[in-house]
Structures are given as C-alpha cells and as structure tokens.
C-alpha cells in the first residue's frame, strides 16, 4: 500500500507478556517515528530513526521498552513484561529527508492498540 | 527542551461559526510547527506546517495559522467551520534534531 502500515492493529496480552508491534513505513522514507497515545492525550514521543540508527530515544520510558530498525526500512517495537499501563495506541510515522531536513512532514500509520490484562 | 501547550481542552462551535484553536510552544531556536488532525477512528493528518517566510499559512480544508515569534504562539484558524471539521486538533514542534513533540490536543465539537 501507499501509506504507513501497522500491525497487528490490536494486540490484547496479559501482565507480563512480551509483545512485538511492527511499522511497515512508506517506500523511501529515511526517517521512522514511534509515538504512544493514551485517552485523551496527545501523542508521546518514543524514539525516532534515521535509517537504520536511532537518532533520539530519549522518549523511551524505561528499559523495557526497545525499538530496532535493522535495514532502514521496517521497524519493530518490542515491549517486555508488559505492564497495566502499557495500554495504549501505539502510532508509527515516516518522513522523507526534506529540505530543511526538520521540515518534513510525518504521515502516520492507523497505530497498534495494545490492551494488557 | 521544546513543549507544547494547547489551552483549550474542548471547544465547540456552531456550524458556520469562526474558529480559532490555541497554541503556544516553548523551544529556543527557530521552530518548526505543525497542526495535526484527528478524526475518530483515523490516522493523524497534516492541515499545515511553519518553517520560514511568510507567517501566515494556509493550509488543507479552508484552515490558516499564524506564527507569532513574540507570543510563542501558532494560533489555528478557520473562518467558518463545517460539521465535518469536528475532530481532535494536534499542534506539534519539531526541533532541529528532527524530534517531534505534540501538545496535548483540542477536541473541537460543531453544533448544528
């Protein structure tokens, strides 16, 4: 497809569970972001790529939380020991280069709702 | 560090009626802003960005901003809303890194 894919697009664990969420980012986009988004409230900064490294992953809430994007191209969430307060819509979004290069506009995906038990 | 302050939680306006939505953001160096919308059960999507240049913007479905560097705000704007603009409303600052942090949000309900 054109745009930015997510999958699953719901996800429901129990307490404790590992969970991986995937971002199938639009073809070319060198720049990859992970948001959370919890009820009522803006979307979170996790971590932002540009391509294969992370660039920022100061929006990681702990160590639990890890993100990779080994070819620059797809990327994988990965959440370990999941807890309560994990449950939230978790958003992907790419970039191209523009220039300037902060310029350039996010496209987001439909996000993953992860819900644990 | 680069914030977002979005004033209003709920607003709502009648059909046919002017809007605007607050934003006021927080970063040292040039900023680059963006207003985001999002409707029940859909993606986040772009309406307008600011860089550089004319700090007026116009963007899709009839809405403009405008930056003003003394007030630190990016104040969203349309002059006669539709039902089909009741949505969530997104500002967001993107530093010179390229991370980009949004405000807390504006639901905008539309009154027949």
């Known amino acids: 497809g054109a745009g930015v894919s997510q999958t699953p697009s719901n996800k429901v664990t129990e307490k404790g569970k590992y969970v991986e969420l995937r971002c199938d980012p639009i073809?070319?986009?060198?720049?990859l972001y992970w948001y959370r988004q919890s009820l009522g409230q803006g979307p979170e900064f996790l971590i932002y790529f540009q391509g294969t490294g992370a660039a920022d992953d100061s929006g990681l809430p702990n160590d639990r939380f890890f993100a990779v994007r080994p070819e620059g191209s797809v990327s994988t969430l990965k959440i370990q020991r999941t807890e309560r307060g994990d449950s939230a819509v978790y958003l992907c979004a790419s970039s191209l280069l523009d220039s300037p290069p902060q310029a350039g506009e996010l496209f987001f995906g439909e996000g993953s709702r992860l819900t644990v038990l | 560090a680069q914030s977002v302050t979005q004033p209003d939680i709920h607003i709502t306006v009648s059909e046919g009626a002017s809007l605007e939505l607050r934003c006021n953001y927080s970063y040292g160096a040039t900023p680059y802003l963006f207003w985001y919308v999002q409707s029940p059960g859909q993606g986040l999507q772009l309406l307008l960005k600011?860089?550089?240049?004319?700090?007026l913007v116009q963007g899709i479905k009839g809405f403009e901003a405008e930056f003003k560097r003394s007030q630190s705000s990016f104040n969203l704007r349309k002059p006669s809303v539709h039902w089909s603009d009741a949505a969530e409303y997104f500002c967001a600052v993107k530093n010179q890194g390229g991370k980009l942090i949004f405000g807390q949000g504006t639901e905008l309900s539309v009154k027949p």
């Open positions: 600011y860089f550089s240049g004319d700090t």
């Open positions: 073809s070319g986009h060198t720049a």
